[in-house]
Protein backbone atom coordinates (compact mmCIF):
# COMPACT_ATOMS: atom_id res chain seq x y z
CA UNK A 1 0.00 0.00 0.00
CA UNK A 2 1.28 3.62 -1.01
CA UNK A 3 -0.23 6.58 0.61
CA UNK A 4 0.56 10.00 -0.62
CA UNK A 5 -0.31 13.31 1.98
CA UNK A 6 -0.48 16.51 1.10
CA UNK A 7 0.08 19.03 3.59
CA UNK A 8 1.10 22.25 4.57
CA UNK A 9 2.82 20.94 7.36
CA UNK A 10 4.46 17.76 7.12
CA UNK A 11 6.58 18.19 10.26
CA UNK A 12 3.58 17.17 12.08
CA UNK A 13 3.47 13.50 10.84
CA UNK A 14 7.15 12.99 12.20
CA UNK A 15 5.93 11.66 15.72
CA UNK A 16 2.78 9.52 14.87
CA UNK A 17 4.96 7.81 11.71
CA UNK A 18 7.99 7.44 13.46
CA UNK A 19 7.70 5.17 16.89
CA UNK A 20 6.48 1.77 17.05
CA UNK A 21 3.76 -0.28 14.50
CA UNK A 22 3.32 2.43 11.66
CA UNK A 23 7.33 2.90 12.31
CA UNK A 24 7.58 -1.03 11.86
CA UNK A 25 5.68 -1.10 9.04
CA UNK A 26 7.23 1.31 6.46
CA UNK A 27 10.36 -0.33 7.56
CA UNK A 28 9.58 -4.19 6.59
CA UNK A 29 7.71 -2.50 3.33
CA UNK A 30 4.54 -3.39 4.16
CA UNK A 31 3.20 0.64 4.01
CA UNK A 32 4.99 3.58 2.37
CA UNK A 33 4.21 6.53 3.44
CA UNK A 34 5.13 9.57 1.20
CA UNK A 35 4.90 13.22 2.49
CA UNK A 36 3.88 16.27 0.13
CA UNK A 37 4.34 19.41 0.97
CA UNK A 38 2.00 21.53 -1.09
CA UNK A 39 3.67 24.87 -0.67
CA UNK A 40 6.52 23.30 -2.41
CA UNK A 41 4.27 23.23 -5.89
CA UNK A 42 3.05 27.25 -5.47
CA UNK A 43 4.06 29.14 -8.13
CA UNK A 44 4.15 32.31 -6.49
CA UNK A 45 7.52 34.23 -5.39
CA UNK A 46 6.29 34.16 -1.66
CA UNK A 47 5.04 30.22 -1.81
CA UNK A 48 1.26 31.58 -0.95
CA UNK A 49 -0.92 28.73 -0.73
CA UNK A 50 -4.02 30.64 0.08
CA UNK A 51 -6.12 33.63 -0.31
CA UNK A 52 -9.49 35.41 0.47
CA UNK A 53 -12.93 34.27 -0.26
CA UNK A 54 -14.62 35.44 -3.22
CA UNK A 55 -17.23 36.77 -2.04
CA UNK A 56 -16.05 38.16 1.37
CA UNK A 57 -15.60 36.40 4.80
CA UNK A 58 -13.31 35.59 7.36
CA UNK A 59 -10.46 33.17 7.10
CA UNK A 60 -8.43 31.88 4.21
CA UNK A 61 -8.92 29.19 1.60
CA UNK A 62 -6.52 26.94 0.41
CA UNK A 63 -5.88 27.87 -3.48
CA UNK A 64 -6.31 25.23 -6.22
CA UNK A 65 -3.16 26.06 -8.22
CA UNK A 66 -0.36 24.11 -5.86
CA UNK A 67 -2.83 21.27 -4.96
CA UNK A 68 -4.10 20.59 -8.39
CA UNK A 69 -0.37 20.34 -9.10
CA UNK A 70 0.61 17.61 -6.71
CA UNK A 71 -2.31 15.74 -7.79
CA UNK A 72 -2.30 15.92 -11.31
CA UNK A 73 1.93 15.10 -10.73
CA UNK A 74 1.06 12.13 -8.47
CA UNK A 75 -1.50 10.21 -11.10
CA UNK A 76 1.07 10.75 -14.10
CA UNK A 77 2.98 8.80 -11.73
CA UNK A 78 0.28 5.98 -10.61
CA UNK A 79 -3.48 5.32 -10.21
CA UNK A 80 -5.02 6.00 -7.30
CA UNK A 81 -7.88 4.26 -5.47
CA UNK A 82 -8.66 6.96 -3.61
CA UNK A 83 -8.18 10.48 -2.89
CA UNK A 84 -9.86 11.63 0.01
CA UNK A 85 -10.21 14.89 2.14
CA UNK A 86 -10.02 15.54 5.39
CA UNK A 87 -12.84 17.43 6.90
CA UNK A 88 -15.77 17.73 9.35
CA UNK A 89 -18.01 17.89 6.42
CA UNK A 90 -17.01 13.90 5.83
CA UNK A 91 -18.57 10.47 6.34
CA UNK A 92 -17.88 9.72 9.76
CA UNK A 93 -14.74 7.23 10.13
CA UNK A 94 -16.28 3.89 11.25
CA UNK A 95 -14.27 0.37 11.73
CA UNK A 96 -16.39 -0.29 7.82
CA UNK A 97 -14.75 2.31 6.02
CA UNK A 98 -11.46 1.01 7.83
CA UNK A 99 -11.86 -1.97 6.76
CA UNK A 100 -12.10 -0.87 3.38
CA UNK A 101 -9.46 1.41 3.23
CA UNK A 102 -7.10 -1.40 4.09
CA UNK A 103 -7.78 -3.14 0.62
CA UNK A 104 -6.55 -0.30 -1.80
CA UNK A 105 -3.29 -0.27 -3.13
CA UNK A 106 -2.53 3.59 -3.88
CA UNK A 107 -4.59 6.16 -2.03
CA UNK A 108 -3.83 10.12 -1.90
CA UNK A 109 -4.65 12.09 1.37
CA UNK A 110 -5.37 15.98 1.36
CA UNK A 111 -5.13 17.93 4.43
CA UNK A 112 -7.19 21.03 4.54
CA UNK A 113 -5.95 24.42 6.28
CA UNK A 114 -7.60 27.71 7.22
CA UNK A 115 -11.10 27.82 6.08
CA UNK A 116 -10.63 24.56 3.91
CA UNK A 117 -9.79 24.10 0.21
CA UNK A 118 -11.50 25.80 -2.93
CA UNK A 119 -14.41 23.71 -3.21
CA UNK A 120 -13.69 23.12 -7.37
CA UNK A 121 -10.76 20.38 -5.76
CA UNK A 122 -13.57 18.45 -4.11
CA UNK A 123 -15.99 18.44 -6.69
CA UNK A 124 -13.09 17.38 -9.66
CA UNK A 125 -10.38 15.50 -7.57
CA UNK A 126 -11.91 13.97 -4.23
CA UNK A 127 -13.49 10.56 -4.36
CA UNK A 128 -14.05 10.74 -0.76
CA UNK A 129 -14.34 13.04 2.25
CA UNK A 130 -13.27 11.89 5.50
CA UNK A 131 -14.35 13.16 9.18
CA UNK A 132 -13.12 11.18 12.31
CA UNK A 133 -15.74 13.18 14.28
CA UNK A 134 -18.17 15.75 14.86
CA UNK A 135 -15.67 18.38 16.28
CA UNK A 136 -13.51 20.81 14.08
CA UNK A 137 -9.54 19.88 14.49
CA UNK A 138 -7.26 23.10 13.54
CA UNK A 139 -6.27 21.36 10.13
CA UNK A 140 -6.50 17.64 8.62
CA UNK A 141 -3.05 16.22 9.71
CA UNK A 142 -4.30 14.76 13.08
CA UNK A 143 -7.12 13.14 11.40
CA UNK A 144 -5.09 11.78 8.37
CA UNK A 145 -3.06 10.63 11.27
CA UNK A 146 -5.56 8.55 12.47
CA UNK A 147 -6.64 7.41 9.21
CA UNK A 148 -3.38 6.12 8.52
CA UNK A 149 -3.16 4.78 11.95
CA UNK A 150 -5.85 2.84 11.94
CA UNK A 151 -5.55 1.07 8.64
CA UNK A 152 -2.03 0.25 8.39
CA UNK A 153 -2.38 -1.96 11.09
CA UNK A 154 -4.89 -4.33 9.16
CA UNK A 155 -2.70 -4.67 6.95
CA UNK A 156 -1.63 -8.88 7.01
CA UNK A 157 1.79 -9.27 8.84
CA UNK A 158 2.10 -5.79 10.16
CA UNK A 159 0.60 -6.83 13.74
CA UNK A 160 2.47 -9.64 14.85
CA UNK A 161 -0.68 -12.13 16.15
CA UNK A 162 -2.64 -11.81 12.76
CA UNK A 163 -5.99 -12.59 15.09
CA UNK A 164 -5.29 -9.84 17.18
CA UNK A 165 -6.55 -6.99 14.91
CA UNK A 166 -9.52 -9.29 13.98
CA UNK A 167 -10.43 -9.30 17.75
CA UNK A 168 -10.62 -5.94 18.27
CA UNK A 169 -13.41 -3.88 19.33
CA UNK A 170 -15.51 -3.26 16.63
CA UNK A 171 -14.40 -5.70 14.04
CA UNK A 172 -18.27 -7.18 14.70
CA UNK A 173 -19.88 -4.39 16.04
CA UNK A 174 -18.84 -5.62 19.42
CA UNK A 175 -16.52 -3.67 21.81
CA UNK A 176 -13.54 -6.20 23.05
CA UNK A 177 -13.60 -8.18 26.11
CA UNK A 178 -12.01 -7.33 28.92
CA UNK A 179 -8.29 -8.19 29.22
CA UNK A 180 -5.68 -8.96 32.60
CA UNK A 181 -2.55 -10.26 32.74
CA UNK A 182 -0.74 -11.15 35.72
CA UNK A 183 -0.43 -11.28 38.92
CA UNK A 184 -3.80 -13.51 39.02
CA UNK A 185 -4.65 -11.16 42.46
CA UNK A 186 -3.58 -7.26 43.34
CA UNK A 187 -4.72 -5.62 46.01
CA UNK A 188 -7.38 -8.22 46.93
CA UNK A 189 -8.58 -7.28 43.23
CA UNK A 190 -8.95 -11.11 41.38
CA UNK A 191 -9.00 -11.88 37.96
CA UNK A 192 -12.10 -13.47 37.03
CA UNK A 193 -11.58 -17.58 37.51
CA UNK A 194 -12.67 -18.63 34.18
CA UNK A 195 -9.44 -16.96 32.70
CA UNK A 196 -7.25 -18.95 35.11
CA UNK A 197 -9.41 -22.42 34.81
CA UNK A 198 -7.42 -23.38 31.44
CA UNK A 199 -10.59 -24.10 30.03
CA UNK A 200 -11.07 -22.76 26.55
CA UNK A 201 -14.10 -23.01 25.31
CA UNK A 202 -15.36 -21.86 28.49
CA UNK A 203 -13.48 -19.02 28.28
CA UNK A 204 -14.48 -18.30 24.86
CA UNK A 205 -17.96 -18.24 25.71
CA UNK A 206 -17.67 -16.24 28.43
CA UNK A 207 -15.33 -13.49 26.22
CA UNK A 208 -18.44 -13.76 24.11
CA UNK A 209 -21.09 -12.98 26.88
CA UNK A 210 -19.07 -10.14 27.87
CA UNK A 211 -18.37 -8.42 24.46
CA UNK A 212 -22.18 -8.57 24.42
CA UNK A 213 -23.09 -7.52 28.03
CA UNK A 214 -20.38 -4.53 27.95
CA UNK A 215 -21.57 -3.29 23.92
CA UNK A 216 -25.39 -3.15 25.53
CA UNK A 217 -24.48 -1.04 28.25
CA UNK A 218 -21.92 1.46 26.98
CA UNK A 219 -22.63 1.28 23.38
CA UNK A 220 -26.29 -0.11 22.24
CA UNK A 221 -26.24 2.20 18.74
CA UNK A 222 -23.57 -0.27 17.61
CA UNK A 223 -26.26 -3.24 17.76
CA UNK A 224 -28.52 -1.47 15.79
CA UNK A 225 -26.23 -0.81 13.02
CA UNK A 226 -26.32 -3.88 11.31
CA UNK A 227 -23.97 -5.93 9.02
CA UNK A 228 -23.97 -2.89 6.98
CA UNK A 229 -20.99 -1.09 8.59
CA UNK A 230 -18.43 -3.81 8.25
CA UNK A 231 -17.26 -3.52 5.11
N1 LIG B 1 -10.37 18.76 9.71
C1 LIG B 1 -10.82 19.56 10.69
N2 LIG B 1 -11.64 18.91 11.51
C2 LIG B 1 -11.71 17.62 11.06
C3 LIG B 1 -12.40 16.46 11.47
N3 LIG B 1 -13.20 16.46 12.54
N4 LIG B 1 -12.23 15.34 10.76
C4 LIG B 1 -11.45 15.33 9.67
N5 LIG B 1 -10.77 16.39 9.23
C5 LIG B 1 -10.89 17.53 9.91
Known sequence: MRIDILTLFPDMFQGP????????AVEQGSVEIVLHDIRDYSRDKHKQVDDYPFGGGAGMVMQIE???????QLKSERSYDEIMYMSPDG???????????SLKDNMII??????????????????????????????????????V??????????????????????????????????????????????????????IDQWREDQALARTKKLRPDLLDEGEGEKG
Request: hydrophobic share 40%.
Open 91 to 101: QRLNQGIVNQL
Open 110 to 147: LCGHYKGVDQRIRDHYITREISIGDYVLTGGELAAAVV
Open 17 to 24: FSESIIKR
Open 149 to 202: DSLVRLIPGVISDETSALSDSFQDNLLAPPVYTRPAEFNGWRVPDILLSGHQAK
Open 66 to 72: PIAAVIE
